[in-house]
């Protein structure tokens, strides 16, 4: 399994915005999802949004609903993740990952490796 990329983290004040990018290319033809997931210090890892190839989103995470999307490039099978009005809480690890299915925030059946993660610092 190989991990996928992520990039566009950074550290923000409360409120501002941030698009983070998932470079799924190598899955483009994997049926499934690709999903956010996030980790906070001290905290489990949850799910924060999943799409499938047709564009359909699989789920938001109820604390983002709102203020975060997600979209494909189908051409190029990036995934971002764009964030507005960002909160203290949203202070994470993110991670994407290619699953079988995103359903109810998990990775089922994941296709790729967990890779490094991107960085989400968001100050008061």
């Known amino acids: 399994k190989v991990p996928l990329e992520e990039t566009g983290g950074g550290s923000v004040q409360a409120g501002e915005s941030l698009r983070l990018s998932c470079a799924a290319s190598?899955?483009?033809?994997?049926?499934?999802?690709i999903g956010w997931f996030r980790q906070a210090p001290g905290k489990e890892r949850e799910g924060v949004a999943g799409i499938y190839p047709s564009g359909a989103t699989s789920y938001y995470v109820d604390s983002v609903k709102g203020r975060f999307t997600i979209s494909r490039d189908k051409a190029t099978n990036t995934v971002y993740l764009d964030m507005s009005s960002l909160a203290l809480e949203d202070t994470a690890l993110y991670y994407c990952?290619?699953?079988?299915?995103?359903?109810?925030?998990?990775?089922?059946?994941?296709?790729?490796?967990w890779g490094k993660g991107t960085q989400v610092s968001v100050d008061s």
């Open positions: 190598m899955y483009r033809d994997t049926p499934g999802c």
């Open positions: 990952m290619a699953c079988a299915s995103c359903a109810g925030g998990d990775c089922i059946s994941p296709r790729s490796a």
